[in-house]
């Protein structure tokens, strides 16, 4: 026989009872499960298994402290690939490297900056968790998109077609899954990741063929002055004047861009001032944000929080950066 409470124990229970009640439906809802991936390592390679139409290949990605990038995939066919460095892109056909396009420093090529994206995009519904899971003994988590998330920018999923992509705490892209109309049309998943590599030659010994000079369109020029201030924290590293001309009227400049490459602390931020010689450029597509009296777009992308500005001298200024979308904002509206 269970022993009875005394009458004021048992009223003051009822009361913590009751207040624990009211605050528990009071609260707000407990945070989505899983986390969201912090800064990449400065070098790393990931080995996929990609099945696409039933045919099966192998693609190693590997990024180095340079950020020098590199993609190859081989099917049992010549292997194929690209490299992204700080001047150019180049492209591996048939057994050969080939200069592809002149590029400024700081591109995105295939190294992944997820953490400010996706919460960005998770924030506005363009992205959302879908469960854990563990890929090449590394424990990631799963988002559902509407593209795999380096196809462009982040959009919502559908009920026919979207893609399942695992991101670990490293930042690192783990395995995906593409569904589109209702057809899975191609998955990638990780059978090994290393986490310290060094890619020092990513030609092979192989020296790339040079680019047309006909289809060199662009010219860089260093120059000692940053595009902007850096945002706060960063440190800016190296910038460059991009002049782009014609290619039916080669040396006829057509859009200038001041670039500047920042970083620190694990952090990056490519800032580039557009300037279109004939007229202001219009702001891309993206989700409208107002940076103090500047009008812009922002649009959540694997390479980093892409951001473009009008500024008043009608001048477009784009950022792709790690930080988090309120403090490239605030930077942007102190400018």
């Not at 782009?244 to 490459?261: E, F, H, I, N, Q």
């Not at 702001?283 to 992308?301: E, I, N």
Request: aromatic share 4%; glycine share 10%; hydrophobic share 40%.
């Amino acid at each position: 026989m269970a022993r009875p409470r005394p009458p004021l124990i048992a009223a003051a229970a009822a009361v913590v009872l009751a207040v624990a009640v009211v605050l528990l439906r009071a609260s707000p809802a407990p945070p989505p499960r899983g986390w969201l991936p912090g800064a990449p390592p400065e070098s790393y390679r990931v080995t996929y298994r990609v099945v696409e139409s039933a045919r099966e290949s192998v693609e190693t990605v590997e990024v180095t402290p340079a950020r020098t990038r590199r993609v190859v995939s081989r099917d049992g066919a010549p292997v194929s690939g690209t490299v992204t460095a700080e001047r150019a892109v180049y492209v591996l056909s048939g057994g050969t490297w080939a200069e592809l396009q002149i590029v400024g420093p700081g591109e995105a090529g295939d190294a992944l900056w997820l953490r400010s994206p996706l919460a960005s995009a998770e924030r506005r519904g363009l992205a959302r968790r879908d469960g854990t899971g563990t890929v090449a003994g590394r424990e990631c988590t799963w988002w559902a998109t509407l593209e795999p998330l380096d196809a462009g920018a982040f959009a919502a999923a559908t009920g026919s077609s979207r893609a399942r992509s695992c991101v670990d705490r490293a930042g690192l892209l783990l395995a995906d899954t593409w569904t589109l109309d209702g057809r899975e049309v191609r998955s990638r998943t990780a059978t090994a990741v290393a986490l310290s590599t060094t890619l020092a030659d990513p030609f092979g010994g192989a020296t790339p063929k040079p680019l047309d000079p006909r289809l060199r369109t662009t010219v860089v020029t260093a120059v000692p002055a940053p595009a902007v201030a850096a945002p706060p924290g960063l440190t800016a590293e190296r910038s460059v004047r991009l002049t782009d001309s014609d290619p039916a009227t080669p040396g006829s400049p057509v859009r200038v861009r001041a670039r500047t490459v920042c970083r620190g602390a694990g952090e990056i931020a490519v800032v580039q001032d557009v300037q279109d010689l004939p007229g202001p450029t219009p702001l891309g597509s993206g989700t409208p944000v107002a940076a103090g009296g500047l009008r812009g777009v922002l649009r959540a992308t694997a390479g980093g929080l892409v951001v473009e500005v009008l500024r008043q001298n009608g001048h477009l200024l784009t950022v792709r950066t790690s930080l988090d979308e309120e403090a490239v904002v605030r930077w942007l509206a102190s400018l």
